[in-house]
């Protein structure tokens, strides 16, 4: 998943940079919506470690 955000950033940095403002707003908000997922996923699974091995 973090290839996929990897990949959206750079197709938004280089859209903005030809002018197209909607493409790259629509890979920069799916890159932050997957940002957002895979922090969430971190945090659920640092919370189940910290209370499984405490």
């Known amino acids: 998943m973090l290839e996929w955000i990897v990949i959206l950033l ?3 940095a280089i859209a903005s940079l030809l002018g197209f403002r909607g493409v790259a707003g629509a890979s920069a908000g799916l890159a932050k919506i997957l940002i ?3 922090l969430a996923g971190l945090l659920i699974f640092l919370l189940l470690g910290v ?3 405490a």
């Open 10 to 12: 750079i197709v938004a």
């Open 51 to 53: 209370i499984v091995f």
């Open 36 to 38: 957002f997922i895979v």
